[in-house]
Antibody, heavy 120, light 113 residues
Framework: QVQLQESGPGLVKPSQTLSLTCTVS??????????WSWIRQHPGKGLEWIGYIYYSGSTYYNPSLKSRVTISVDTSKNQFSLKLSSVTAADTAVYYC????????????WGQGTLVTVSS | DIVMTQSPDSLAVSLGERATINCKSS????????????LAWYQQKPGQPPKLLIY???TRESGVPDRFSGSGSGTDFTLTISSLQAEDVAVYYC?????????FGQGTKLEIK
């Protein structure tokens, strides 16, 4: 059973960089076949796909966030990470990591999510 | 970008009755080369991540009760719960993955009448 777990600071100051890591267990990122994704949900609102990375390092970023987003992968630790720069209060959200089968972008396994608040 | 619009925004159904949630995409999500609709449905309960119910518009994820079914093609889709159970109270989302960025509907809140 694949499991994903997000980790990182729950509070980030405005203009700083939000950094989160997703640790995958029960399956290997380097085995391929999946896009490792970040998705966020603003409080009480809908879902927004931030981007994804393949084990090879190829990435996709949502154009709405592309200038501020970096997703990276560390296959030796079976982890992938999200960095979002120059954050504002509008970036306050629950951040989820998820797995999407390649050839599609639906999330079949999700982490529990972590709330990140942007505030001074 | 493809815009997904769900209706209704909220729905109250009696236990044992049928619940129907609609989802409309701003352009077709049917890929003609393989005749697949790039459309998924999720269930989200409070404090939990979304749970995948349906993909390819009508394929039920493993372990999902068969009272959940998906239908539709092109731009119009439906999630049906044939006999509502108490544990089905949740917010339901559709999502297209035909083109990037993948996009979600605004959600439909399902409650017990």
């Amino acid at each position: 059973q694949v499991q994903l777990q997000e980790s990182g600071p729950g509070l980030v100051k405005p203009s700083q960089t939000l950094s989160l890591t997703c640790t995958v267990s029960g399956g290997s990122i380097s085995s391929g076949g999946y896009y490792w994704s970040w998705i966020r949900q603003h409080p009480g609102k809908g879902l927004e796909w931030i981007g994804y990375i393949y084990y090879s390092g190829s990435t996709y970023y949502n154009p709405s966030l592309k200038s501020r987003v970096t997703i990276s992968v560390d296959t030796s630790k079976n982890q992938f990470s999200l960095k979002l720069s120059s954050v504002t209060a509008a970036d306050t959200a629950v951040y989820y990591c998820a797995r999407a089968p390649s050839g599609s972008y639906f999330g079949d396994y999700w982490g529990q999510g972590t709330l990140v608040t942007v505030s001074s | 970008d493809i815009v997904m619009t769900q209706s209704p925004d909220s729905l109250a159904v009696s236990l044992g009755e049928r619940a129907t949630i609609n989802c409309k995409s701003s352009q077709s999500v049917l890929y003609s080369s393989n005749n697949k609709n790039f459309l998924a449905w999720y269930q989200q309960k409070p404090g939990q991540p979304p749970k995948l119910l349906i993909y390819w518009a009508s394929t039920r994820e493993s372990g999902v009760p068969d009272r959940f079914s998906g239908s539709g093609s092109g731009t119009d889709f439906t999630l049906t719960i044939s006999s509502l159970q108490a544990e089905d109270v949740a917010v339901y989302y559709c999502q297209q993955y035909y083109s990037t960025p993948p996009s979600f509907g605004q959600g439909t809140k399902l409650e017990i009448k």
